[in-house]
């Protein structure tokens, strides 16, 4: 198929969605009392108009349309300027297939360096989403049970203070400690305990220390924020019943803070598979994190059609986390949004 | 005359529920008229129609005789005092009671005038500056009040506004509110749920149950002559006894209870054989003595309040009679346990249907 | 020792760890920026010097990228707080399905990495500024500020949503009764019961764009901004002169934190004093009362 057929079409696809979404909005049963004025008799003339050019601008043109051209690009060849829209411009699936097969043509071998990095980004935001949870979860039932007041307000000051450094810096510090010369391989090496400076940074562990760091806070926020709205009665009911600690953890607050952790854990996911700062800075030559390998797409092969593809398939692999974490909870959307 | 407000067979529903149930009823001008009955009975429901806030599932709204359907609230001359006042708290006094006027456009020089007249009418003189935070209840009560009198309404429609304060100063305010009400002559529809409220104040009251007009009349109707047994039993504290007629003499029926054959004025002409309910107010109740129709029980609590004493008889049925006592009795009421027996006049019984 | 103090000391160790954890590294930058040594380091300190800094500010590029940060960080501001305002504002308005669908359009850029919304960003725009032969506003700085909104917005509606729980509709009606149009009810009744969202939305929103990355390199082409020059600096090698940067971000924000906190304190005190003034109003009004039943 001719792919400048595409664009008119992507078009027609939100004046669909927003007749749909308009028709649920005006004839889906209301909750009970709620009046039945029309909109622009709820809001007035002006502020209506205001909501919605405001609402369709951001959801049309930041958010949905943006992301559906580039899917479409994703199906498209690579093209010099000129042919774009000519006659070799057709719908294709060659940049999916150089993903898995390293060639847009061929497919003799397996594209095993990006896939291997795929996973790995995968499989390692996972265990840091995790490993931020078990960091986090003490401090936050600490801040939420336990501690007063005013020492919960200074200890949130003390929390969000470094998240006012932006991200590359809190990356680079990483790097000044953990690289050769850097002060842990300093302690190391003047304790005696290594002969030979750690190649932290090689060995990626800078990266996940670096990644860690970067997103405790949301992780945090999640489950403070989960936590405090637990009664603490119930807790002190089960300690009454003579229930072991770790059991009211694993049967009453982990439970009921459910919701917080799904959205600490989501966050932390998405955030260190999307994240770019800190493998850019803190990835060793060897390293294999996907983002990196997406960047050069654009900036090094400038093969924007298959940076589009490289995108969506780190998008469709968050969505289906998402879904995942929703479908294990057993929880909605908004619980997990914050 | 027209009627300030004619509300002509309204019903509000809110999905399967009805609210307000077929209510037709009309308030004079410069009246002050209340509307009484128990929380949820649907009284909230009727001032948000008045003012235009809700929607009539039927029936119409005529304010100064003119027709409300379509109108909106902000075009009625009606003012609303809600349940929590909301009154604007980053707003100063003055600039809450000089609102209404700001934004129909009155110059600032009239306004302020405006504002001043109605500081002095609820003696905040010099307290215009004040921030809605730094007042006492009684302060922003009153504000709230001026606050809807600056838009000169036909009609002010109050949404329990007293309930939030407490016990002193709500009686306090009784008095105050009815003195301005007196002032200003405007037309006062007032809701409240407790009938020492609704009796003191009002002109006439409408008493609601169940979003139905169970009675409207002025204070000493209701209380001496009400229609229902909810009415009966709702203004004022009553002894009902409920069973069934069984005879019928003249304006005077007798009707067998658990605790005995009692005659009481049939003045709604009940049949024999109707269930109803006879009605005896406390202190129409006579202790010791015998008389036309005779209780006796044990007594089982008595709570004295220096000029009277209540004293509760527990029925030979189990259930529970109250006499007001005055006089000796009050001072020397029997023991608990002791034997007891009231008495009571044909005349002052009455029976309902039940 | 009793489990008490076993669980105390439990808890200081693991408080060391995870505060060690999160200062640490800012305290070694720190320290480094004023070491002469030219590889950034704690230990050994060489001597002490505040060259870093002079070299920082002489850095032509970073002194061009902060001055295009702070430019698009307030169009950011711009964009995403009446955004946000809206978008918060329509969900208070919808219901059941067509919320849900709603919700899921909106908060989906807090959710996307946001590498992802930098690319697609300047897809469709490079695609609809051809198409529409408006190629002036493919422009760094323009899609820079698109692609950050786009997700700023998100952040902005959310804190919306949460103060607009809290509006008490009779607040509303009571404009309305005293014959307020509905858009005069926005200006003199919403909008000022919103000023400290609207507040807290703009510094969110201001500080996200300033220390965003992984949009903005993407976004903004060309063109530049701080956050995109330091990670070139950083990638070509480390020098203490980005420890000198930090030192400064940390000083603003360090200043920034006790104004607030400054600001906020007198707040409360003055609040503290209408309400302790409500009081004693309250006190003198039950006296008067009582005098006046006595006298009668
Ligand atoms: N918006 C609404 N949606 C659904 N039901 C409603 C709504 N408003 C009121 N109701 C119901 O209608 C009934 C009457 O409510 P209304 O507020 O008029 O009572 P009320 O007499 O003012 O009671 P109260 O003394 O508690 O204020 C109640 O049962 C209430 O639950
Ligand atoms: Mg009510």
Request: hydrophobic residues 50%; proline residues 4%.
């Amino acid at each position: 198929m001719l792919s400048s057929t595409g664009h008119p079409f992507i078009f027609l696809l939100p004046v669909l969605a927003i007749a749909i979404f308009w028709v649920m909005a005006k004839f889906e049963p209301k909750p009970v009392g709620v009046t039945k004025k029309s909109f622009f008799e709820r809001n007035g003339t002006p502020v209506a108009i205001y909501l919605i050019v405001a609402v369709a601008f951001w959801s049309l043109f930041m958010i949905v349309l943006p992301q559906l051209f580039m899917v479409e690009m994703s199906f498209r060849p690579k093209l010099p300027p000129i042919e774009m829209g000519g006659p070799k411009d057709l719908y294709t699936f060659e940049n999916y297939h150089y993903f898995i097969y390293g060639s847009t043509t061929s497919s003799d071998a397996i594209n095993w360096v990006h896939i291997k990095a795929f996973f790995l980004t995968i499989f390692a935001s996972l265990l840091v989403a995790l490993f931020n949870f078990a960091l986090c979860y003490p401090l936050a039932f600490y801040m939420a049970q336990v501690a007063r007041p005013a020492r919960v307000r200074f200890l949130l000051l003390l929390l969000i203070a470094p998240y006012w450094v932006n991200e590359i810096l809190r990356a680079f510090a990483f790097r000044i400690i953990f690289s050769s010369g850097g002060l842990i391989n300093k302690i190391l090496l003047g304790m005696g305990w290594v002969d030979q400076p750690i190649d932290f940074i090689g060995n990626d562990i800078a990266l996940y220390a670096g990644l860690g760091y970067a997103y405790m806070l949301m992780m945090i926020f999640s489950l403070y924020n989960a936590i405090e709205t637990l009664d603490h009665a119930q807790i002190e009911a089960a300690r009454d019943l003579g229930a072991p600690w770790w059991h009211i953890h694993a049967f009453i607050v982990i439970p009921f803070a459910k919701p917080g952790i799904a959205s600490g854990c989501t966050l932390v996911f998405m955030l260190s598979a999307g994240s770019l700062a800190a493998p850019l800075v803190l990835g060793g030559p060897r390293s294999l994190w996907f983002t990196p390998i997406l960047y050069d797409r654009f900036f090094q092969a400038f093969n924007w059609p298959q940076g589009a593809a490289y995108a969506f398939i780190l998008l469709l692999a968050c969505v289906s986390f998402v879904l995942l974490v929703l479908r294990l909870g057993r929880l909605s959307l908004g619980e997990i949004a914050k | 005359m027209t009627a300030a407000v004619e509300i002509d067979h309204l019903t509000v529903q809110f999905g399967l529920f009805t609210a307000v149930k077929d209510v037709s009823l009309q308030i004079r001008q410069g009246e002050f008229f209340s509307f009484l009955g128990p929380s949820g009975c649907g009284k909230t429901t009727i001032l948000r129609a008045i003012s235009g806030f809700q929607d009539p599932t039927q029936g119409v709204i005529r304010i100064g005789g003119q027709d409300m359907s379509g109108i909106g609230p902000n075009q009625r001359p009606t003012a609303l005092i809600f349940q929590n006042l909301a009154l604007f708290p980053l707003m100063t006094v003055s600039e809450n009671i000089g609102y209404g006027l700001r934004v129909r456009g009155v110059p600032k020089a009239d306004r302020d005038r405006k504002v001043d007249e109605l500081l002095n009418l609820i003696a905040l003189s010099d307290q215009g500056h004040k921030k809605i935070e730094e007042l006492s209840g009684g302060q922003k009560q009153r504000v709230a009040i001026a606050r809807a009198l600056a838009v000169e309404p036909k009609v002010l429609l109050l949404d329990e506004p007293l309930s939030a304060l407490d016990l002193k100063l709500r009686q306090h305010m009784r008095n105050e509110l009815r003195a301005i009400q007196r002032r200003v002559g405007v037309t006062f529809i007032y809701i409240t749920h407790d009938q020492g409220e609704a009796l003191t104040m009002s002109d006439r009251i409408a008493v609601m149950n169940r979003g139905k007009i169970e009675q409207v009349g002025n204070g000493r109707d209701v209380y001496e002559h009400p229609q229902t047994s909810f009415v009966a039993s709702f203004v004022g504290e009553n002894n009902g006894f409920t069973g069934t007629i069984t005879k019928i003499s003249g304006d005077q029926a007798e009707i067998e209870t658990s605790v005995g054959r009692l005659v009481g004025l049939n003045k709604k002409s009940l049949p024999v054989g109707t269930k109803a309910t006879l009605f005896i107010r406390p202190e129409a109740m006579q202790f010791g003595a015998q008389g036309e129709n005779n209780l006796s029980g044990t007594a089982a609590d008595a709570a004295y309040e220096g000029m009277t004493t209540h004293l509760t008889m527990k029925a030979h049925d189990g259930s529970s009679i109250v006499a007001t006592l005055t006089g000796a009795p009050a001072r020397e009421f029997p023991s608990q346990g002791s034997s007891v027996s009231f008495a009571f006049a044909t005349r002052d019984a009455l029976i309902l249907p039940a | 020792m009793s489990s008490k103090t076993v669980m105390n000391v439990m808890l200081a160790f693991y408080m060391a760890i995870f505060f060690g954890f999160l200062f640490g590294p800012l305290i070694v930058m720190g320290v480094s920026a004023f070491n002469t040594s030219t590889y950034p380091q704690v230990y050994p300190i060489e001597g002490l010097t505040l060259s870093w800094f002079e070299k920082l500010l002489n850095d032509r590029d970073m002194v061009y990228g902060l001055k295009n940060s702070l430019w698009i960080g307030m169009w950011v501001v711009v964009v995403s707080v009446p955004l946000g305002l809206a978008a918060a504002m329509m969900m208070s308005q919808i219901y059941s399905k067509a919320r849900s669908f709603y919700y899921v359009i909106v908060v989906s850029p807090v959710l996307t990495p946001g590498v992802i919304i930098g690319i697609s960003t300047v897809v469709f725009w490079r695609d609809l500024t051809t198409a529409t032969n408006s190629k002036f506003l493919y422009d760094g700085v323009f899609m820079a500020v698109l692609g950050q909104s786009s997700f700023i917005s998100a952040y902005c509606m959310l804190m919306f949503m949460s103060r607009l729980n809290r509006f008490d509709r009779a607040q509303e009606e009571a404009g309305l009764d005293l014959g307020a149009s509905q858009t005069q009810v926005f200006f003199h009744i919403l909008l000022p019961f919103l000023r400290p969202a609207i507040f807290s939305s703009a510094v969110l929103a201001f500080l996200s764009s300033f220390e965003n990355y992984n949009t903005t390199t993407f976004a903004i082409l060309a063109d530049k901004t701080l956050t995109t020059v330091l990670a070139g600096r950083v990638r070509q090698g480390t020098t203490p002169a980005i420890s000198a940067l930090a030192v400064l971000i940390i000083a603003v924000t360090v200043v920034g934190a006790i104004i607030y906190e400054i600001v906020k304190r007198r707040e409360d005190r003055e609040r503290q004093a209408r309400l302790d003034a409500a009081h004693a109003a309250e006190l003198r009004e039950l006296e008067s009362i009582e005098k006046a039943t006595h006298h009668a």
